[in-house]
Nanobody, 114 residues
Framework: VQLQASGGGLVQPGGSLRLSCAAS????????MAWYRQGPGKQRELVAL???????NYADSVKGRFTISRDNAKKTVYLQMSSLKPEDTAVYYC?????????WGQGTLVTVSS
């Protein structure tokens, strides 16, 4: 499985951004998908995940502001980010897990600044 993340950029506080992660492979629907992020000087942390049954889970810091979704037909997972804060600034990584394997995308930078 190869993961290609996109959609990062510079956004003002309070703004919105949508990240996309396109996956290769024929069994995308069987993988649990997630977004992680790593801010400056911080450890990588889980932001949101969505499993095969479309059950979602979020970090407390993004609950109510971020929404993860998936389109199995397009083999793509999304992260809709709203009410962005400067502390959301980070490199965001797409993550896939299934059949005992873990895959990471290359990361996309999100900068929240005025």
């Amino acid at each position: 499985v190869q993961l290609q993340a996109s959609g990062g950029g510079l956004v003002q506080p309070g703004g919105s951004l949508r990240l996309s992660c396109a996956a290769s492979g024929s069994i995308f629907s069987m993988y649990a998908m997630a977004w992680y992020r790593q801010g400056p000087g911080k450890q990588r942390e889980l932001v949101a995940l969505i499993n095969r049954a479309y059950t979602t889970n979020y970090a407390d810091s993004v609950k109510g502001r971020f929404t993860i979704s998936r389109d199995n037909a397009k083999k793509t997972v999304y992260l809709q980010m709203s009410s962005l804060k400067p502390e959301d600034t980070a490199v965001y990584y797409c993550h896939a897990e299934g059949y005992g394997n873990i895959y990471w995308g290359q990361g996309t930078l999100v900068t929240v600044s005025s």
